[in-house]
């Protein structure tokens, strides 16, 4: 009996302004995660990124999106609503950063902590966190990244298409540079 043929996964909404991205959106390669700040995989994989955004430099635009995995992760959820608050007030990666450095400690006085290490205006990122103003914006992340066939975390789009292959550093660059050998004109836009 033959195999079913292979299933792409392709993004199904473009990366654009809503998106938080590193990079041109004019490079030659895209790559899109979708994470969970409480997710040890993704833990795992986050030096590996900022490793393959080291080496790939300006060639490689880097764009995060919010899929918080609640039923697994009781504070992926609030983390990312508090990445989102960070955003609001223009420190989103600065805060990403450090949920990923500090992922065993997401409470919410934890995040509060981090916002004013920040500089942030803590009184407003609690406002917004407590009030849940970005929680619309992590479940349309969420849903999108189900729509698109993400089916657990991280999950990695390389210029539209799911990466279904290891996140490690060595094979995740050559997927990254595979893409680039095979669409060298196509551009990204956003």
């Known amino acids: 009996m033959p195999l079913p043929p292979y299933e792409v996964h392709r993004l ?4 654009g302004s809503q998106d938080h991205l590193q990079g041109s959106a004019n490079s030659p390669a895209m790559l ?5 700040y409480q997710c040890p995989f993704c833990g795992k994989a986050y030096p ?9 430099s300006d060639r490689l635009c880097f764009v995060f999106r919010n899929f918080p995995v609640t039923q697994v992760h009781p504070y992926a959820m609030q983390a990312a609503e508090a990445a989102e608050a960070a955003a609001a007030q223009g420190k989103f990666w600065e805060m990403h ?3 990923y450095e500090h992922q065993q400690d997401l409470g919410v006085e934890s995040l509060k902590h981090y916002a004013a290490d920040l500089g942030l205006n803590v009184d407003r ?7 849940h103003f970005h929680a619309a914006k992590v479940r349309d992340e969420f849903m999108e990244g189900v ?3 993400v089916n657990g975390t991280p999950a990695f789009y390389i210029n539209g298409i799911r990466h279904d ?3 490690e550093l060595d094979q995740l ?3 990254i540079e595979n893409s680039m050998v095979q669409n060298p004109s196509e551009k990204v836009r956003r």
């Open 12 to 15: 199904i909404r473009p990366v």
């Open 32 to 36: 899109v995660e979708y994470g969970d």
């Open 48 to 56: 590996v990124v900022r490793e393959v955004q080291r080496r790939l």
């Open 97 to 99: 950063d450090l949920l």
């Open 125 to 131: 990122f609690s406002r917004e966190l407590e009030g």
């Open 147 to 149: 729509r698109s066939g």
């Open 165 to 167: 292959g290891s996140w």
């Open 173 to 175: 660059l050559q997927a």
